[in-house]
Every structure is written in C-alpha cells, then in structure tokens.
C-alpha cells in the first residue's frame, strides 16, 4: 500500500515563503515522476510542478520563478519551495505519484496539506 503524506502548509502573508514536503512510504518506484497539484475553494484541481526521476521539472506558469520542486529519492520525498506568495496560491496543495499493481497503473494521491495567504 502506497501512501504520500503531506507537510509544511499554513498561513502566511503575501510575499512570504512556505516549504511543503511529501513523504511517500510502501511500494514507491523512484523511476515515476512526483508532482504537487492544488484546488483552490469553488475551483477545479490544478497542476503545480512535477519532477522527473531523472530531476526535470515542469511548471505552471502562475508559479514560474516563484515555486521550486525537488525530489530526494534516498527519503522517498518530494519539496515545494514556494516563494512571493500570492493570496491567490491559496488552496489545498496534494502530492501526487503513481505506482504499479501488477501491471496496472494507479495514481497515489496525498490527503493535502492547506495554504492560506492572507494579511
């Protein structure tokens, strides 16, 4: 059984920094790439970033230059550096992975950890 836990969400004022972490435990496969997603009150879930096995990053434009993901494989974590922060990156921040069930595919989904910018 695979399970992404969450931490480091909080309030914070706009222009501050927070750091999530996302710890996964059980069959985790490090070749899968691990990304943080947010869904923010009343809207749809979106993509953060995501990071490869192999370091390559993607990410969404609203956080471009703000945001930094990482990935340490030897913990089986993954970070979200998140700076200037925005009232509008306001949300329940998920972890997301995949992993393997025989040869099925399945998504891994944390519970979410919350960020609330607000002065």
């Known amino acids: 059984q695979v399970q992404l836990v969450e931490s480091g969400g909080g309030l914070v004022q706009p222009g501050g920094s927070l750091r999530l972490s996302c710890v996964a435990s059980?069959?985790?496969?490090?070749?899968?790439?691990l990304g943080w997603y947010r869904q923010a009150p009343g809207k749809q879930r979106e993509l953060v970033a995501t990071v490869t096995s192999g370091g390559n990053t993607n990410y969404a434009d609203s956080v471009k230059g703000r945001f930094t993901i990482s990935r340490d494989n030897g913990k089986n974590t993954v970070y979200l550096q998140m700076n200037v922060l925005k009232p509008e990156d306001t949300a329940v921040y998920y972890c997301?992975?995949?992993?393997?069930?025989?040869?099925?595919?399945?998504?891994?989904w944390g519970q979410g950890t919350l960020v609330t910018v607000s002065s």
């Open positions: 997301h992975t995949y992993t393997l069930s025989g040869v099925e595919l399945l998504e891994v």
């Open positions: 059980g069959s985790i496969f490090s070749i899968f790439p």
